[in-house]
């Protein structure tokens, strides 16, 4: 390939018009019997090649005979099944094979793109068939390297190490300016540079060969297919978003490129990026929606995060925090109905008390908080009570219940009285009614309930805590049935690296004490690096590794597939995607001062 000439990236695998300027891609299909190890007894210079862990996996010449290489037809890869359609199968794809679950420069979601770290991690967690992509460069000696970008700058540390080494080419006719593959030698890369986590733009550009927008192509598949075998598309192209991130009907793309014989990719998927409203924060749920939908399935997706479309492809409690909250605002009939609608085990309601008596669900005593009473004309009922709450509030006592949007007056209930009294009227004393769970943080308020034999009486931890004496079990197990304890109890983190697994839950269920554990959520802050940013892996940890009774959470939906999830309950047969992580695995300390 000579500089001038054309981009080697240029023949990447399909059609995609957020990643130009485009390149050489290949999947490598290292299958289960041939990991890294494997091969290098195989190849004594590919094995010297790979002993350099921190930066490039690299490609020897054409007589190597480690890689399974598949290329589509011209220069990319062949994936279409020679026997056509599986008219019996489950999935909508081409042939009828389920999609392809295609790691993206390794597991690039958590660390450096094309690394050797990300690649085993990959292949370690995933499918067993899991497709490793990788974007060639060829360094000034002919070997083939993988790194996402040909400007080495944008992915490795090499300006670091060959300052004012850098060039300017023209590169498909534009001069591209940097530290490019072609100007080193392959050892003078795995000697000296190492991979970096990067983000970099490059901006949209024609197919060099044709002089056509990739959007222009796309409305062209019949001529795609005189040259190709399939298309890679960023999967707005397939679920458009809009401005509001909701997402607007799907195309048609799918469905007209299998009519047309070309298999369909999709790319863009990460687990720490925003995505649909639609999808309530939940990476496995914006993956069904490609491949499991009822119209149509993507024949593979093209991920950070290889663990996540692997969950999709491929028994614990549900409780509820405050209904549906992270759909909805918590303790309204909008986030109950949804959380219902979702499959919840059991609907929480934080119980608050009117100034007239009567309870209510509410996330807070403080109305500002969860309300937009500060706004109304009761603004002026503003008090500081220290007692309750530091500052100053609107408390739920001081309104009566008319005035929040109910009926009567009634005095002289104390909160533990109106819950048994409500409770009653229900119809919830009847044993052969929907279990009944009475939560507080207060062991006198489980108390009053202890005569009621058909509750459960659940305490709440309100503090993290790695260890509980037997005697403070023991005093537990005199007022409740159950305990709720924060995450960090379980799996104490640093900086959102997990440190290890405590023995809290073991203790507790030791003495017969079941154990909840909150607040489980799908925003990818919420969880710790070890569970790759995917709120399923996050409760599969904890359900499967922890051995947690029941998980409180924001979106009951993510829990509730989670039960339902096949590979659970296989024992050792458990696929490596659905098994729980090592908490310590990922964090080293740094050095003590």
């Keep these: 390939m000579e500089v001038g000439v054309r981009d080697p990236r240029t023949s990447r695998i399909a059609v995609h018009a957020k990643r130009a300027p485009f390149h050489l891609s290949l999947w490598l299909c290292l299958y289960k019997a041939k990991r890294f190890s494997d091969i290098s007894q195989?190849?004594?210079?590919?094995?010297?090649?790979?002993?350099?862990?921190?930066a490039f996996p690299i490609m020897r010449n054409s007589h190597s005979r480690t890689l399974s290489l598949l290329l589509l037809q011209s220069v990319v890869i062949a994936l279409v099944s020679a026997q056509g359609p599986n008219k019996t199968s489950p999935w909508h794809t081409l042939t009828g094979i389920r999609p392809l679950v295609i790691a993206h420069g390794g597991?690039?979601?958590l660390f450096?793109?094309?690394?050797?770290?990300?690649?085993?991690?990959?292949?370690g967690i995933s499918l067993p068939d899991v497709l490793l992509w990788c974007d060639v460069q060829l360094t000034k000696d002919g070997a083939g390297i993988c790194v996402p970008d040909i400007r080495l700058e944008n992915a490795t540390d090499i300006a670091k190490r060959f300052k004012n080494m850098d060039k300017i080419y023209s590169v498909n006719g534009v001069p591209t300016g940097g530290w490019l593959s072609m100007d080193f030698d392959l050892s003078d890369l795995l000697n000296n540079v190492v991979h970096k986590s990067e983000l970099w733009q490059t901006p949209d550009q024609v197919e060099p060969s044709?002089?056509?927008?990739?959007?222009?192509?796309?409305?062209?598949?019949?001529?795609?297919?005189?040259?190709?075998?399939?298309?890679?598309?960023?999967?707005?192209?397939?679920?458009?978003?809009?401005?509001?991130?909701?997402?607007?009907?799907?195309?048609?793309?799918?469905?007209?490129?299998?009519?047309?014989?070309?298999?369909?990719?999709?790319?863009?998927?990460?687990?720490?990026?925003?995505?649909?409203?639609?999808?309530?924060?939940?990476?496995?749920?914006?993956?069904?929606?490609?491949?499991?939908?009822?119209?149509?399935?993507?024949?593979?997706?093209?991920?950070?995060?290889?663990?996540?479309?692997?969950?999709?492809?491929?028994?614990?409690?549900?409780?509820?925090?405050?209904?549906?909250?992270?759909?909805?605002?918590?303790?309204?009939?909008?986030?109950?109905?949804?959380?219902?609608a979702d499959g919840?085990?059991?609907?929480?309601?934080?119980?608050?008390?009117?100034?007239?008596?009567?309870?209510?669900?509410?996330?807070?005593?403080?109305l500002t908080e969860s309300t937009t009473v500060a706004h109304s004309s009761f603004s002026n009922l503003t008090t500081t009570i220290p007692e309750i709450r530091a500052g100053s509030g609107i408390f739920t006592f001081s309104l009566t219940w008319s005035q929040i949007q109910t009926l009567r007056q009634k005095q002289g209930l104390t909160v533990t009285d109106a819950v048994i009294d409500a409770l009653s009227k229900a119809g919830y004393d009847n044993p052969t009614s929907l279990k009944v769970l009475i939560q507080s943080s207060n062991s006198s308020v489980l108390l009053k309930f202890k005569d009621k034999k058909d509750y459960e009486l659940v305490y709440k931890v309100n503090e993290n805590f790695a260890?509980?004496?037997?005697?403070t079990v023991q005093n537990i197990k005199t007022f409740a049935d159950s305990v709720v304890v924060s995450k960090e109890s379980v799996f104490p983190e640093i900086s959102s690296f997990l440190t290890a697994a405590t023995a809290t839950v073991s203790k507790l269920k030791s003495s017969n004490l079941s154990v909840y554990v909150e607040t489980f959520s799908n925003e990818f802050v919420s969880q710790a690096w070890d569970f790759f940013l995917d709120s399923?892996?996050?409760?599969?940890?904890f359900v499967v590794g922890a051995k947690v009774d029941g998980v409180i959470t924001d979106f009951?939906?993510?829990?509730?597939?989670?039960?339902?999830?096949?590979?659970l309950g296989l024992g050792n047969n458990t696929p490596f995607y659905m098994r729980p992580v090592n908490p310590g695995n990922l964090f080293a300390p740094g050095p003590s001062s």
């Design 107 to 109: 597991f690039s979601g």
């Design 536 to 541: 399923t892996v996050e409760i599969n940890s």
């Design 112 to 123: 450096p793109d094309s690394s050797t770290v990300a690649y085993d991690l990959a292949w």
């Design 344 to 366: 919840v085990d059991v609907l929480d309601c934080p119980v608050q008390l009117t100034k007239d008596g009567t309870p209510f669900c509410l996330s807070s005593i403080n």
């Design 467 to 471: 260890d509980v004496p037997d005697t």
């Design 210 to 340: 044709t002089y056509q927008t990739y959007g222009s192509l796309l409305k062209n598949l019949t001529f795609i297919k005189t040259f190709a075998s399939g298309i890679l598309v960023p999967k707005a192209h397939i679920w458009p978003v809009d401005g509001a991130l909701y997402l607007q009907p799907h195309t048609s793309i799918v469905m007209d490129a299998h009519k047309e014989g070309l298999e369909v990719f999709t790319s863009d998927f990460a687990n720490d990026i925003q995505i649909s409203y639609n999808h309530s924060y939940d990476p496995v749920s914006e993956c069904l929606s490609f491949i499991d939908n009822g119209d149509f399935s993507v024949d593979g997706v093209l991920t950070d995060f290889p663990v996540t479309p692997a969950e999709a492809i491929e028994k614990a409690l549900v409780i509820s925090k405050c209904g549906a909250s992270g759909d909805y605002p918590g303790c309204t009939d909008l986030a109950y109905t949804k959380a219902i």
């Design 556 to 567: 009951p939906k993510t829990a509730a597939r989670y039960k339902r999830n096949r590979c």
């Design 42 to 54: 195989e190849n004594e210079s590919y094995s010297a090649s790979m002993s350099f862990g921190r």
